[in-house]
């Protein structure tokens, strides 16, 4: 278990730190949800060597599976700039296809 260091910050668009509100947490894992950047292709995505749409997004297949086995993309990632509601959808959707691809493991 490792700990995520986080302050809290004001609103857009500048997110100066709000002085005194530093705080630890417990993760294993942390995703940022940033909306609206697009994927960054050098990293993750570029080491897992997923295939991508004409616009620069995971291309999936209908269980929301990219072309690397076991890899799943949903929202922004695959969609690209969204509404909340749909990637709360796609969410709901990609859950669905790992549930199937990990009981037929």
């Not at 700990?3 to 668009?13: C, D, E, I, S, W």
């Not at 897992?48 to 799943?72: E, I, Q």
Request: charged content about 20%; proline content about 6%; overall charge neutral.
């Amino acid at each position: 278990m490792s700990k995520l260091h986080a302050v809290r910050v004001g609103p857009a668009p500048k997110f100066d730190p709000i002085p005194g509100s530093e705080f630890s947490l417990d993760a294993d894992l942390v995703l940022l949800a940033m909306g609206f950047t697009g994927p960054v292709k050098n990293g993750l995505i570029e080491q897992l060597g997923v295939n991508l749409d004409a616009r620069g997004n995971v291309s999936t297949d209908a269980n929301y599976m990219s072309s690397a086995p076991g890899v799943f993309a949903a929202g922004d990632l695959r969609r690209g700039q969204s509404l909340v509601v749909w990637a709360i959808a796609e969410g709901r959707k990609a859950a669905e296809g790992i549930d199937s691809y990990l009981k037929n493991r």
